[in-house]
């Protein structure tokens, strides 16, 4: 649909996607495994001298296995996982709190793509906002909490997406119909294919030059970063025209 803009396309409101939409991934998740790690390595040593960090992973692995509906809910996967290690090594499990906390912490310290925060700043003069994640970081322990109207994470209760859980709340909490929503994500299935299929418009970020999977039908917008998105909006008051 290129060339078409969001008031064309009838859109409200925006929702987005959080890891590798808004900001990268991996370099915090890596940070988050390590400070995560080390507090264990100083309170557990029986857990790290049995398990090392892929090993925890594969620990985690297994719990999801062996109940599914845990994919929903990475945090408890991720903390069930450890009670068990801590179990194995005769700890109580009481270590599972403070040891996720320090995780969670380093998990919010994301840094956002350069194109987010001031695309977000003229986004949110238009639009409501929202967050719609299957991850675990809290939108609102970052820099970008305050442009949001509606935060959304994936729970046993609010399954992941592509499942229209989260779509359906973010368009109850924002007061608009499905069409009038635009989600913009970077996952073919669990952003644009879930979105398309509960109603909503769907952009494709495609920040690394991609190829479109053939076994999906293609996004209503595609995006470099969010300055293209920006460019599709109504100017701010006092900008052109």
């Not at 925006?14 to 100083?42: K, N």
């Not at 009481?94 to 695309?119: G, I, L």
């Not at 719609?132 to 970052?142: E, I, M, P, Y």
């Not at 996004?219 to 470099?224: E, R, S």
Request: proline letters at 7%; glycine letters at 6%.
């Amino acid at each position: 649909m290129t060339g078409v803009t969001l008031a064309q396309m009838g859109i409200r409101a925006i929702s987005f996607d959080l890891d590798e939409t808004l900001w990268p991934l991996e370099p915090v998740i890596v940070d988050a495994e390590v400070a995560f790690y080390q507090w264990l390595e100083a309170h557990c040593p029986r857990l790290t001298a049995r398990y090392n960090v892929e090993q925890l992973r594969a620990r985690r692995m297994e719990v999801v296995q062996n109940n599914p509906s845990l994919r929903s809910d990475v945090t408890r996967s991720r903390a069930e996982g450890l009670r068990l290690a801590l179990a194995d090594c005769g700890y109580s499990g009481a270590e599972a709190e403070p040891a996720m906390a320090v995780f969670q912490h380093a998990r919010n310290q994301v840094v956002p793509f350069n194109d987010v925060s001031s695309s977000l700043a003229d986004l949110s003069f238009h639009y409501r906002l929202a967050s719609l994640t299957n991850g675990n970081a809290d939108v609102t322990a970052t820099p970008l909490g305050h442009y949001f109207d509606c935060i959304l994470a994936a729970t046993l209760e609010l399954p992941a997406k592509p499942a229209p859980d989260m779509f359906r709340q973010a368009c109850l909490e924002l007061g608009v119909q499905p069409e009038a929503l635009l989600h913009i994500g970077d996952n073919p299935q669990a952003d644009i294919e879930g979105a398309r299929e509960f109603g909503c418009r769907t952009g494709w970020i495609n920040r690394t030059e991609m190829k479109w999977p053939d076994d999906f039908a293609a996004a209503d917008i595609v995006l470099n970063d969010l300055f293209d998105l920006v460019a599709l909006a109504p100017p701010l008051p006092g900008v052109g025209g």
